[in-house]
């Protein structure tokens, strides 16, 4: 299938948001947070973002629908679809923590085909479509040739709502501290995966993740040579509220490890 969009002029629309977001990220008041839940933050900087977003990939491919983060925009069943985090890692940016992302996927039909995700504060856009591999800026992305769990830099997110188990994710936790060689929580999900795809870090999980956490990313990881499947080793990872991306060196040690202490 051939895009229907332009890559660079995705690339353009993400970094024009991302100039927006960067300059309400650098005047942020924290007066501003709003609370969609427990611990689920928002503000105007993610619905202006959002807004704008919207308008400019509106423009790039008009018979597009779109699902996004912050619905300024009515989800509708489209040939194309937009999955749009405006800012990924709101609390890392109402904290003044530059590792937040703008990210933006498309699907046709239920696959993905092209992604950015952009964290301004360091100017890095990861982008990828299908079949073309993955791009940090200028440069093709490789996920890293890292063998060993024990050689491995893990990442992964705390579910914000209620934890079924709290015992049984802790147990989990402490697994990765022993086993790995080192165990983050970055806070957005989207630079987790593009920090898989770039070989920064050799695994990422989380359970509970929504399509526009992940859509981008989880492209971006592909392409770049990684392995993107959820708890049970399958596809469902869009829309299933579990990812696992990681070499696939280490995919499968990762995996077992998650997998004795989720149902
Ligand atoms: C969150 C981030 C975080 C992840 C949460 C997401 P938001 O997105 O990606 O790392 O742990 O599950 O909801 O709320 O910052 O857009
Ligand atoms: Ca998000």
Not at 15 to 24: F, I, P, R, T, V
Request: charged letters at 25%.
């Amino acid at each position: 299938m051939k895009l229907p969009v332009e890559l660079p002029s995705l690339v353009e629309i993400a970094l024009e948001a991302g100039e927006y977001a960067q300059h309400e990220f650098l005047n942020f008041d924290r007066a501003a947070i709003e609370h969609k839940g427990k611990n689920d933050l928002v503000s105007y900087a993610d619905k202006e973002t959002e807004k704008l977003l919207v308008k400019n990939l509106r423009k790039l491919l008009p018979r597009a629908g779109f699902i996004t983060e912050e619905g300024t925009v009515k989800a509708e069943e489209k040939e194309f679809r937009w999955v749009i985090d405006p800012i990924d890692g709101t609390t890392n940016f109402v904290h003044g923590i530059p590792l937040y992302a703008i990210s933006v996927g498309l699907m046709h039909h239920e696959e993905l085909v092209a992604g950015v995700v952009y964290n301004p504060p360091l100017k890095e856009c990861f982008y990828a479509s299908k079949g073309k591999g993955a791009f940090l800026n200028d440069d093709p992305l490789r996920v890293s040739a890292v063998k060993k769990l024990e050689d491995s830099l893990v990442i992964t997110g705390f579910p914000y709502g209620k934890i079924k188990s709290q015992e049984q994710y802790l147990k989990l936790l402490g697994q990765f501290i022993n086993d790995s060689q080192g165990f983050r929580r970055l806070g957005s999900a989207a630079i987790d995966l593009v920090y898989v795809a770039a070989g920064r870090s050799e695994a990422f999980f989380e359970g509970g993740l929504s399509a526009w956490d992940l859509a981008a990313g989880a492209l971006i990881v592909k392409e770049a040579g990684g392995m993107v499947t959820d708890f049970k080793g399958g596809d469902n990872y869009i829309f299933g509220k579990e990812l696992l991306a990681a070499n696939p060196y280490v995919h499968k040690a990762v995996l077992e490890l998650v997998q004795q202490y989720v149902d």
